[in-house]
C-alpha cells in the first residue's frame, strides 16, 4: 500500500480470545467506508479511495505479557481524505467511537506529513524560550504560584516578588486560578509583571510569567490579547479540559506573541490505565508538540504524582525527537519537586529540561526566595559535577532545602 496520503494510528487491544486479525479490519472498514463486503464491485471502485488500511497486528500471547494477558498491537491506515486538517477530525476519525469500544488503548499516531504540515506548532519551542530568557548552557528552573485563591493583588505581588527574587527563570499562576474580583487578569498580569521588573534590579535576570488563560473558549483569543496588552509574556493554558484545537488556535494566532505552557490538568483521566484512554507520550508529547504548545507540563516518576519512568522517558523523547516537522518542546515533570530531585531529573532529561516546583519552592524553610535559590545551586552542582551535600556546605539555601526533604538518588 502507499503510505503517502494516509494517517497511521497504533492501539493496543486487549482481549482473550478474539481473532485480531478481524478485528483489525473491522476497525480499519468500520471507522472509514463502513461496509466493504457487501458493496456492490462499483461502490467498491468509488470507495477504495476512502477504505482504512490494515498495517500490521503483532499479537502477544500471555506468556509474553507483563499483565499475562492475551494483547495485540494493531496499526492502522487511515485516508487523509476522509477527515479536515485539524486535530478534533483526526481523533475523532481514529478513536472516536472506538475509544469506547472494548479494552483498547491509542498508543500512538503517525499523522502523515501533509496533515502535520497544517500545524506551525510551538511559536517558540525550547529555543525560542532560551531565546526570550538568553539562557542556553543549564536547565530551566519554574516556580509555581501557591495559596492563590483569596488572595488580593497585593498579595499576589508580594508572592510573585519573592519567587523571582529566588532567581527562577519562569513563574506560572496556579492552574486552579481563574477570573475573579480579587485577582482579576490584567491587574494580576500588571502587579506581577511590576514585581518581575523590581525583582530584575536585583537578580538581573529576565523571567517569564506564565499566567492562567480562562474563561469560556469562544473568549480564550479576546482573554490572551488582553492578558498580553497589559504585559504578560507568557500564557499557561489547560489543554486538555478546552481540547487540542483550542491550543492549535492559539499558537497560531499571530497576535498571540508570547510563549504557552501546556498543563495536564484532567490527564489522569486520559492516560493511566493500560486498557483505555491515550498513551501519555502522545498526549503529553506529542499532540501537545503538534497543538503548539512552548512548554508540556507532566507528572515525572520522582515526586508526588508519579509516572513510570519509561513512560516519562517517553513523554521527553515526543517533545523534543527530531522526528517531527514542529519545534521541539521543553518537557517540565512536575510535582512534588524538590531541590533534592534536581540530580534525578537532570540524569534522565539531560540539559532541555525545566525543574519545576511549587511546594518545594515554597514550602523551603526560609521562604520562596530561598527555596528559588536552592533550585538554582541543585542545578548548578549537577552542573559542576558536584554532589548536592558538598555543594550545600557553601550554600546555605540548598543546605536548609537538604534538610527539610532529603537528596534522593534513585
Ligand atoms: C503536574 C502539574 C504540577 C502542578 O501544576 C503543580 O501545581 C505542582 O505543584 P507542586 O510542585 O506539587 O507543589
Not at 502507499?2 to 471507522?31: C, E, H, M, P, W
Not at 498543563?263 to 489522569?268: D, I, S
Not at 512548554?295 to 519509561?310: A, I, Q, T
Amino acid at each position: 500500500m502507499n503510505q503517502n496520503g494516509y494517517s497511521k494510528a497504533t492501539y493496543r487491544l486487549y482481549d482473550d480470545t478474539a481473532d485480531f486479525q478481524q478485528k483489525a479490519l473491522g476497525i480499519a472498514v468500520g471507522l472509514t467506508v463502513g461496509s466493504w463486503t457487501e458493496l456492490p464491485e462499483t461502490a467498491k471502485r468509488q470507495m477504495e479511495k476512502h477504505l482504512g488500511q490494515v498495517v500490521s497486528v503483532d499479537v502477544h500471547e500471555p506468556d509474553n505479557t507483563a499483565s499475562g494477558e492475551r494483547c495485540a498491537d494493531i496499526t492502522i491506515a487511515y485516508p487523509d481524505l476522509n477527515f479536515s486538517r485539524d486535530l478534533p477530525a483526526l481523533l475523532v476519525t481514529v478513536f472516536g467511537k472506538l475509544s469506547m469500544d472494548g479494552r483498547i488503548k491509542l498508543l500512538d499516531l503517525q499523522p502523515s506529513e501533509e496533515f502535520l504540515s497544517a500545524f506551525p506548532g510551538p511559536k517558540f519551542g525550547a529555543a525560542g524560550v532560551r531565546d526570550l530568557l538568553g539562557v542556553h548552557d543549564r536547565p530551566l528552573v519554574m516556580s509555581i504560584f501557591k495559596s492563590v485563591i483569596g488572595y488580593d493583588l497585593d498579595g499576589l505581588r508580594e508572592q510573585f516578588l519573592q519567587q523571582a527574587l529566588g532567581g527562577v527563570d519562569l513563574i506560572k499562576d496556579d492552574e486552579i486560578l481563574f477570573e475573579n474580583p480579587l485577582s482579576p487578569l490584567e491587574k494580576r498580569v500588571k502587579v506581577c509583571m511590576d514585581a518581575a521588573r523590581e525583582a530584575h534590579d536585583t537578580t538581573g535576570q529576565k523571567l517569564i510569567y506564565f499566567t492562567n488563560l480562562t474563561g469560556s473558549t469562544f473568549k480564550l483569543r479576546d482573554h490572551a490579547k488582553r492578558a498580553i496588552e497589559a504585559g504578560a509574556n507568557g500564557l499557561l493554558f489547560n489543554v486538555l479540559s478546552y481540547g487540542f484545537d483550542a491550543l492549535a488556535e492559539l499558537a497560531a494566532d499571530p497576535d498571540i506573541r508570547v510563549p504557552i505552557a501546556a498543563h495536564p490538568a484532567m490527564a489522569g483521566a486520559l492516560y493511566p490505565s493500560p486498557y483505555h484512554g491515550i498513551a501519555a507520550p502522545l498526549l503529553l508529547g506529542k499532540l501537545m508538540r503538534i497543538a503548539g504548545a512552548d512548554l508540556s507540563l507532566f507528572p515525572s516518576p520522582y515526586g508526588s504524582v508519579v509516572m513510570p519512568k519509561e513512560e516519562n522517558l517517553a513523554v521527553r523523547d515526543a517533545l523534543l525527537s527530531d522526528k517531527l516537522p514542529q519545534a521541539p518542546v521543553f518537557p517540565v515533570p512536575s510535582a512534588g519537586i524538590h531541590p533534592g530531585l534536581v540530580p534525578l531529573i537532570l540524569r534522565d532529561f539531560g540539559p532541555d529540561v525545566v525543574v519545576n516546583a511549587g511546594g518545594g519552592v515554597h514550602g523551603h524553610p526560609n521562604g520562596a526566595a530561598a527555596g528559588g535559590q536552592a533550585f538554582r545551586q541543585a542545578v548548578d552542582a549537577v552542573r559542576n559535577g558536584t554532589s548536592l551535600e558538598a555543594y550545600a556546605e557553601n550554600h546555605p539555601e540548598l543546605r536548609s532545602a537538604i534538610e527539610r526533604w532529603g537528596v534522593r538518588t534513585s
